[in-house]
């Protein structure tokens, strides 16, 4: 096999596998239906472990070929195609490695599901439309995988059709999503106008040249080109990966199964608006102003959004304010050139936060479907492994050192703070409080659910228990990346230039490259981490929920009571919710139904249409009236008008 | 086979059968179908001969015939087709076998029925290809008899309201095309539209005659703010009728633009385009609203339909705007190929969704959503197809809704931002709208009795809604060979229309 069969495999196995498990579901069964399924994506992950090992190890050069011509159209070729490269190699692993976790776990997670060969379905549709958007090589390409990781992520939460909450959020997600993609699709309309191409290397030659381009949207300011283009792009990323404003669908996403919330709503898909930022790197440097947007965007959702998960009771829901402000955190990177920092984040992030999401659905078999936290404590005795992984998972997210999140976390924060351009003084003071914060809902989701006095009634009590090995094993699979991988790569990925084919940055812009001179080795750097600040105020957080939570659970009840406002602010989400569905949905559907019954059925329809109809019928009428089909009547009117005319001419002449 | 009379035969061939139909309705009811049926297969297979030997390479016309038809006026019984021709004959020959497949339950008069819709066929393929003017227009006309009676006879309770108004509007319409076809044939003592093409016309006639072919055709597509017709029309229809007025009929407006208003009067078009793209932004961002408030589902396909239409008026006359913008013509053809194909893809994708309210009505008998609600739990299969006809009808990418309204919205940004931001709001609005309803009706729990009863499809059911299901996903994931049969067309059009007539 050629190496391009082998690329080609990769995303094609998953689509098979969906069409087998979706269309085939009777006749292949519920085992043949996951057979089938994970097969397809175990090949997929190893097909594309071997694509990356001939990447990093094997000096593979950067493949960008096309694999078939979607359309030509006034001379402009769009191609499907794809562009393998570091960037893409990692992506492809990462994508695969988790998704593969999860569809085993969800053997176990949905073993009583009537709709189990449709989950799998899914599941493969999903990875087969997250593997085109990160394996394109043209803007077309990302558009279409963008798009339909989005309809999988829609069909996911909605999965149980029949819970009003889950399609209410499905229909939530989608719409918001298709908010940031309306700035998206503006923004590839003005690359393919002005750098007449959508084939990302075509565009990135080009930068140089359009980079002075300016053009006037309101009136006669002039804006740059490249800063439209940018924030019109970012605009789409927002809606993805959920940056505040348009981040109110991901908790919500949590309707769906645990499964989705970990490969989906965590890992993957709402990473894509990272992987799409670094993947064009050559346009986004070429706009600083673009860039310190991004940057506050991203401090503002890393801060704000952790702030959030505090005060949720659902277990879900902490992991997905947790999800949200470590996206802040990767768009900070992202802000401040730091594009390899942001990539290496996603991936740690990917490992620790799926197993975070797993752990706590193991929580929720275990329990039968409770998620409130309030119903928990005391679960390490019961659920041992979930409890030993859940730690693993927190002390990852929280940036302890020698952890894959570790790693990630202080290069970020290292090189938010070595940026150069507005914005920086917020992002740096939002980096360092979202350490405080991150640790202490870390702690309290742990102490809640796995320590302390059990809460849990006498019933739930009873059928408490691990988790059957599909589940398990999958989280000690995971465990070991969240443990392991920051300390492998952190090197060559960040400093020995394997992203740099794939990742442009300029000169004076190189924040990761400056961090390179303090960087000596991943022991000496996890080392220092024990004294520095970051280490302090993540232990800090940790001490905070430790005493509130663990060992003076009333505290918590006193504190809240005495913070009402704060924690009003925090428990109604800042209103965002509120703003979207009242304000501006309520005023969407008025304005839709005064349209409609202003517009079109009294104005157009009641006055025009009918109204003509009607005064032809008037004027009929009244014409009518003078054909009475009394002949004297006529005969009348004939004399009176003879009388006239003749009086005319002879009283005129 | 090729240098047979093709497109006489696509014609006549339904219309005459109608005849045999009809008559065959009294003396053996049992073979009514099955002989609509097999004629309307002729007809398609024909049509696949006429795109087999189609030669994309040229934006002449093919497979023409000619034969003087009123000696006196110079009116000939020409016909002839090119790139802008084909899809939508071959989107008519195939829309009359769903069509007849569909309606096979059809208990009342179903010999007259499908006469009515093969009359019909013959009568729209003529339209199509028409190259005399006047042939066009009797065509053009003719084919209001046979959807006048669909709606009258197997219409709903309010059909004579909706017939008398569909009537109105198009025949109000198409008066003033006959006027300037008559006005123009004094000038130039020719009816061919070809010729009208290349005759030379001052500006200010040239707007005279452009109003009223505008006029014509926007009631046809139907264009802001003479749309209300459609969603009376197809409220009342039955799904036949439904499926081939959006799936085909509203193209012959867009198929009159491209044909008439922007080759004929090219002058009055770039000093007017303001007047048509403002009333296409105005379909898409107005009507799109109108959908959100609908409770009807027809109804609120209708104004779907309506404002996906606007992709085409918007996508035809982006042209000029873009010349004056960019000082250049790339785009244009983007434009005028984007409204092309949104044309064909709304003719499966509207045609997808009327017959799904069909299978739905024809089992409950209700078009509110209100009446539904869970139906995926009874009706599985019947659910997917849904949320995928409706999901390409909020322009997902992959499927055929997607292709159109992309090349539209990235020529629109070429004329001016706010064009292709007006346009972008579809993104949302579409989306909002089309899974709304899939929400309202098909999910949740299952809302009443009648729902807890429904039968998911049957195998003709199947049949319908698998073809159009591989169209939509197969011209989403590869336009290539539609867009490859209207390029030469759309680039010789572009050309054209950027010379002057004005002498």
């Given at each position: 096999m050629n190496i391009e069969t082998v690329i080609l495999l990769i995303p094609l196995l998953p689509l098979i596998g969906c069409l087998i498990a979706g269309l085939f579901r009777h006749r292949v069964g519920r085992a043949g239906a996951h057979w089938v399924t994970i097969g397809a994506v175990a090949g997929s992950f190893l097909l594309s472990a071997y694509v990356a090992w001939e990447v990093f190890f094997n000096g593979l050069p950067v493949l960008d070929y096309s694999v078939y011509t979607w359309a030509v159209a006034d001379g402009i070729r769009f191609e499907i195609g794809f562009l393998i490269d570091s960037l893409t190699a990692l992506m492809m692993v990462v994508v695969t490695f988790v998704s593969l976790m999860v569809h085993v776990y969800t053997i176990g997670y949905m073993a009583e599901d009537d709709s189990y060969q449709r989950f799998f379905a899914y599941l493969n549709l999903f990875t087969f439309a997250m593997l085109m958007l990160v394996m394109a090589n043209n803007f077309l390409q990302l558009f279409f995988g963008w798009e339909a990781v989005g309809l999988v992520s829609y069909l996911l939460i909605g999965f149980w059709f029949r819970k009003d909450s889950a399609t209410k959020a499905n229909l939530k997600a989608f719409l918001v999503n298709r908010i940031g993609d309306f700035g998206f699709l503006l923004g590839i309309a003005a690359v393919l106008m002005y750098f007449g191409s959508l084939h990302y290397a075509e565009v990135f030659g080009q930068v140089g040249e359009v980079e002075g381009t300016t053009i006037a949207i309101f009136g006669a300011t002039e804006w740059s080109l490249m800063t439209f283009i940018c924030i019109c792009l970012f605009i789409g990323a927002m809606g993805k990966?959920?940056?505040?404003?348009?981040?109110?669908?991901?908790?919500?996403?949590?309707?769906?199964?645990?499964?989705?919330?970990?490969?989906?709503?965590?890992?993957?898909?709402?990473?894509?608006?990272?992987?799409?930022?670094?993947?064009?790197?050559?346009?986004?440097?070429?706009?600083?102003?673009?860039?310190?947007?991004?940057?506050?965007?991203?401090?503002?959702?890393?801060?704000?959004?952790?702030?959030?998960?505090?005060?949720?009771?659902?277990?879900?829901?902490?992991?997905?304010?947790?999800?949200?402000?470590?996206?802040?955190?990767?768009?900070?990177?992202?802000?401040?050139?730091?594009?390899?920092?942001?990539?290496?984040?996603?991936?740690?992030?990917?490992?620790?936060?799926?197993?975070?999401?797993?752990?706590?659905?193991?929580?929720?078999?275990?329990?039968?479907h409770k998620q409130d936290m309030r119903e928990m404590g005391g679960l390490s005795k019961y659920l041992p492994i979930t409890a030993a992984t859940a730690w693993i998972g927190s002390l990852a997210l929280i940036g302890f050192p020698f952890f894959s999140g570790f790693y990630s976390k202080d290069l970020i924060i290292e090189a938010v703070k070595l940026a150069d351009r507005p914005g920086v003084a917020f992002a740096t003071f939002a980096v360092y409080a979202g350490v405080v914060v991150t640790a202490l809902y870390s702690f309290r989701m742990l102490y809640l659910a796995f320590h302390g006095p059990t809460r849990m009634d006498e019933e739930t009590r009873s059928i408490a228990h691990e988790s059957p090995l599909v589940v398990t094993v999958p989280l000690i699979l995971l465990a070991i990346p969240s443990v392991l991988i920051g300390y492998f790569t952190v090197e060559p990925l960040l400093f020995g230039g394997a992203l740099s084919d794939a990742i442009t940055v300029r000169a004076a812009n190189d924040v990761v490259l400056a961090l390179a001179d303090k960087f000596d080795g991943p022991f000496a750097f996890a080392l220092h981490g024990f004294v520095t600040p970051v280490f302090w105020l993540a232990m800090l957080g940790v001490a905070i929920a430790t005493y509130v939570y663990l060992l003076n659970p009333s505290l918590a009840e006193r504190i809240r009571a005495r913070a009402m406002p704060l924690w009003t602010v925090l428990d109604r989400k800042y209103w965002f919710d509120e703003l979207y569905q009242k304000v501006l949905t309520g005023a969407g559907l008025k304005v839709a139904d005064g349209l409609s019954r202003g517009g079109d059925r009294t104005v157009i329809d009641g006055w025009l249409v009918n109204g003509s109809a009607r005064l032809v019928g008037r004027m009929s009428g009244a014409l009518r009236q003078l054909q009475s089909g009394f002949l004297y009547h006529y005969a009348f009117v004939m004399v009176v008008a003879l009388v006239a005319l003749v009086a005319s001419f002879v009283l005129l002449k | 086979m090729l240098d047979w009379p093709l497109l006489s035969l696509l014609i006549w061939i339904p219309i005459a059968a109608a005849f045999g139909v009809a008559a065959l309705g009294v003396r053996a009811p049992k073979l009514v179908r099955p002989v609509a049926l097999i004629v309307a297969l002729i007809s398609f297979v024909l049509s696949l001969v006429l795109y087999a030997g189609f030669d994309v390479t040229t934006s002449a016309m093919q497979f023409q015939e000619k034969t003087v038809w009123i000696g006196a006026f110079d009116v000939n019984y020409h016909l002839g087709i090119d790139g802008l021709s084909l899809p939508l004959i071959l989107l008519t020959t195939l829309i009359g076998v769903l069509i007849i497949v569909a309606g096979w339950r059809i208990e009342n008069q179903p010999h007259l029925y499908l006469a009515a819709f093969l009359v019909l066929q013959g009568l729209m393929v003529g339209v199509f290809s028409a190259l005399d003017a006047l042939l066009f227009y009797v065509f053009f006309e003719a084919m209001l008899v046979p959807m006048f009676l669909i709606i009258g006879i197997w219409g709903g309770p309010n059909?004579?309201?909706?017939?008398?108004?569909?009537?109105?509007?198009?025949?109000?319409?198409?008066?003033?095309?006959?006027?300037?076809?008559?006005?123009?044939?004094?000038?130039?003592?020719?009816?061919?539209?070809?010729?009208?093409?290349?005759?030379?016309?001052?500006?200010?006639?040239?707007?005279?005659?452009?109003?009223?072919?505008?006029?014509?055709?926007?009631v046809k597509v139907p264009m802001w703010p003479v749309h209300t017709w459609l969603p009376d029309a197809h409220v009342e229809a039955p799904t036949g009728g439904s499926v081939v007025l959006a799936a085909v009929m509203l193209k012959i407006g867009g198929y009159g633009l491209v044909r008439f208003s922007l080759p004929i009067t090219p002058d009055a078009a770039a000093a007017l385009d303001w007047l048509v793209i403002g009333l296409s932004l105005v379909a898409i961002a107005y009507i799109g609203f109108v959908a959100l408030a609908q409770s009807d589902m027809k109804k609120l396909i209708a104004y779907s339909s309506i404002s996906h239409m606007g992709f085409v008026t918007l996508g035809l006359f982006l042209a000029f705007a873009i010349a004056r913008n960019t000082g250049e013509t790339t785009g244009a053809g983007l434009g005028i190929t984007g409204a092309m194909v949104q044309m064909i893809s709304h003719g499966f994708i509207s045609g997808a969704m009327f017959l799904a309210v069909g299978v739905l009505y024809d089992r409950m008998h209700s078009r509110e959503i209100g009446a539904y609600g869970g139906v995926a739990n009874t009706m599985p299969w019947f659910a997917m197809f849904a949320v995928l006809f409706f999901m390409a009808n909020s322009g997902l990418p992959g499927t055929s809704g997607f292709v159109g309204e992309f090349m539209v919205i990235l020529a629109a940004f070429h004329a001016n931002f706010w064009f292709a931001f007006v346009a972008g709001t579809t993104l949302i609005l579409g989306a909002a709208y089309s899974l709304w309803l899939v929400k309202r009706v098909f999910y949740g729990e299952v809302?009443?009795?009648?729902?807890?009863?429904?039968?998911?499809?049957?195998?003709?059911?199947?049949?319908?809604?698998?073809?159009?299901?591989?169209?939509?996903?197969?011209?989403?994931?590869?336009?290539?060979?539609?867009?490859?049969?209207?390029?030469?067309?759309?680039?010789?059009?572009v050309e054209h229309i950027m010379q002057s007539k004005v002498e």
């Amino acid at each position: 096999m050629n190496i391009e069969t082998v690329i080609l495999l990769i995303p094609l196995l998953p689509l098979i596998g969906c069409l087998i498990a979706g269309l085939f579901r009777h006749r292949v069964g519920r085992a043949g239906a996951h057979w089938v399924t994970i097969g397809a994506v175990a090949g997929s992950f190893l097909l594309s472990a071997y694509v990356a090992w001939e990447v990093f190890f094997n000096g593979l050069p950067v493949l960008d070929y096309s694999v078939y011509t979607w359309a030509v159209a006034d001379g402009i070729r769009f191609e499907i195609g794809f562009l393998i490269d570091s960037l893409t190699a990692l992506m492809m692993v990462v994508v695969t490695f988790v998704s593969l976790m999860v569809h085993v776990y969800t053997i176990g997670y949905m073993a009583e599901d009537d709709s189990y060969q449709r989950f799998f379905a899914y599941l493969n549709l999903f990875t087969f439309a997250m593997l085109m958007l990160v394996m394109a090589n043209n803007f077309l390409q990302l558009f279409f995988g963008w798009e339909a990781v989005g309809l999988v992520s829609y069909l996911l939460i909605g999965f149980w059709f029949r819970k009003d909450s889950a399609t209410k959020a499905n229909l939530k997600a989608f719409l918001v999503n298709r908010i940031g993609d309306f700035g998206f699709l503006l923004g590839i309309a003005a690359v393919l106008m002005y750098f007449g191409s959508l084939h990302y290397a075509e565009v990135f030659g080009q930068v140089g040249e359009v980079e002075g381009t300016t053009i006037a949207i309101f009136g006669a300011t002039e804006w740059s080109l490249m800063t439209f283009i940018c924030i019109c792009l970012f605009i789409g990323a927002m809606g993805k990966s959920a940056q505040v404003p348009l981040h109110v669908w991901l908790p919500d996403s949590m309707e769906g199964p645990t499964p989705i919330s970990a490969l989906i709503h965590a890992a993957t898909m709402v990473t894509a608006g990272i992987f799409m930022v670094a993947r064009l790197s050559p346009i986004f440097e070429s706009s600083e102003v673009a860039l310190s947007f991004i940057l506050v965007i991203g401090a503002v959702t890393a801060l704000f959004m952790g702030l959030v998960g505090i005060v949720q009771h659902d277990i879900k829901r902490v992991v997905a304010y947790s999800t949200l402000s470590q996206l802040g955190y990767m768009t900070v990177a992202l802000g401040a050139s730091a594009y390899a920092a942001a990539i290496f984040h996603l991936m740690t992030h990917a490992f620790f936060k799926a197993l975070l999401f797993l752990a706590a659905g193991s929580v929720i078999i275990a329990l039968h479907h409770k998620q409130d936290m309030r119903e928990m404590g005391g679960l390490s005795k019961y659920l041992p492994i979930t409890a030993a992984t859940a730690w693993i998972g927190s002390l990852a997210l929280i940036g302890f050192p020698f952890f894959s999140g570790f790693y990630s976390k202080d290069l970020i924060i290292e090189a938010v703070k070595l940026a150069d351009r507005p914005g920086v003084a917020f992002a740096t003071f939002a980096v360092y409080a979202g350490v405080v914060v991150t640790a202490l809902y870390s702690f309290r989701m742990l102490y809640l659910a796995f320590h302390g006095p059990t809460r849990m009634d006498e019933e739930t009590r009873s059928i408490a228990h691990e988790s059957p090995l599909v589940v398990t094993v999958p989280l000690i699979l995971l465990a070991i990346p969240s443990v392991l991988i920051g300390y492998f790569t952190v090197e060559p990925l960040l400093f020995g230039g394997a992203l740099s084919d794939a990742i442009t940055v300029r000169a004076a812009n190189d924040v990761v490259l400056a961090l390179a001179d303090k960087f000596d080795g991943p022991f000496a750097f996890a080392l220092h981490g024990f004294v520095t600040p970051v280490f302090w105020l993540a232990m800090l957080g940790v001490a905070i929920a430790t005493y509130v939570y663990l060992l003076n659970p009333s505290l918590a009840e006193r504190i809240r009571a005495r913070a009402m406002p704060l924690w009003t602010v925090l428990d109604r989400k800042y209103w965002f919710d509120e703003l979207y569905q009242k304000v501006l949905t309520g005023a969407g559907l008025k304005v839709a139904d005064g349209l409609s019954r202003g517009g079109d059925r009294t104005v157009i329809d009641g006055w025009l249409v009918n109204g003509s109809a009607r005064l032809v019928g008037r004027m009929s009428g009244a014409l009518r009236q003078l054909q009475s089909g009394f002949l004297y009547h006529y005969a009348f009117v004939m004399v009176v008008a003879l009388v006239a005319l003749v009086a005319s001419f002879v009283l005129l002449k | 086979m090729l240098d047979w009379p093709l497109l006489s035969l696509l014609i006549w061939i339904p219309i005459a059968a109608a005849f045999g139909v009809a008559a065959l309705g009294v003396r053996a009811p049992k073979l009514v179908r099955p002989v609509a049926l097999i004629v309307a297969l002729i007809s398609f297979v024909l049509s696949l001969v006429l795109y087999a030997g189609f030669d994309v390479t040229t934006s002449a016309m093919q497979f023409q015939e000619k034969t003087v038809w009123i000696g006196a006026f110079d009116v000939n019984y020409h016909l002839g087709i090119d790139g802008l021709s084909l899809p939508l004959i071959l989107l008519t020959t195939l829309i009359g076998v769903l069509i007849i497949v569909a309606g096979w339950r059809i208990e009342n008069q179903p010999h007259l029925y499908l006469a009515a819709f093969l009359v019909l066929q013959g009568l729209m393929v003529g339209v199509f290809s028409a190259l005399d003017a006047l042939l066009f227009y009797v065509f053009f006309e003719a084919m209001l008899v046979p959807m006048f009676l669909i709606i009258g006879i197997w219409g709903g309770p309010n059909r004579i309201y909706a017939t008398i108004k569909f009537f109105l509007f198009t025949f109000f319409g198409s008066v003033f095309m006959l006027i300037a076809l008559i006005w123009m044939y004094l000038q130039s003592g020719t009816f061919a539209i070809l010729e009208l093409h290349d005759f030379p016309i001052a500006l200010s006639a040239q707007i005279w005659i452009f109003l009223a072919f505008l006029i014509a055709f926007a009631v046809k597509v139907p264009m802001w703010p003479v749309h209300t017709w459609l969603p009376d029309a197809h409220v009342e229809a039955p799904t036949g009728g439904s499926v081939v007025l959006a799936a085909v009929m509203l193209k012959i407006g867009g198929y009159g633009l491209v044909r008439f208003s922007l080759p004929i009067t090219p002058d009055a078009a770039a000093a007017l385009d303001w007047l048509v793209i403002g009333l296409s932004l105005v379909a898409i961002a107005y009507i799109g609203f109108v959908a959100l408030a609908q409770s009807d589902m027809k109804k609120l396909i209708a104004y779907s339909s309506i404002s996906h239409m606007g992709f085409v008026t918007l996508g035809l006359f982006l042209a000029f705007a873009i010349a004056r913008n960019t000082g250049e013509t790339t785009g244009a053809g983007l434009g005028i190929t984007g409204a092309m194909v949104q044309m064909i893809s709304h003719g499966f994708i509207s045609g997808a969704m009327f017959l799904a309210v069909g299978v739905l009505y024809d089992r409950m008998h209700s078009r509110e959503i209100g009446a539904y609600g869970g139906v995926a739990n009874t009706m599985p299969w019947f659910a997917m197809f849904a949320v995928l006809f409706f999901m390409a009808n909020s322009g997902l990418p992959g499927t055929s809704g997607f292709v159109g309204e992309f090349m539209v919205i990235l020529a629109a940004f070429h004329a001016n931002f706010w064009f292709a931001f007006v346009a972008g709001t579809t993104l949302i609005l579409g989306a909002a709208y089309s899974l709304w309803l899939v929400k309202r009706v098909f999910y949740g729990e299952v809302a009443n009795e009648g729902v807890g009863k429904l039968k998911d499809l049957g195998r003709r059911e199947w049949l319908v809604l698998t073809v159009l299901a591989v169209l939509v996903i197969g011209v989403g994931v590869w336009p290539y060979p539609l867009i490859e049969m209207m390029e030469a067309s759309v680039t010789n059009l572009v050309e054209h229309i950027m010379q002057s007539k004005v002498e």
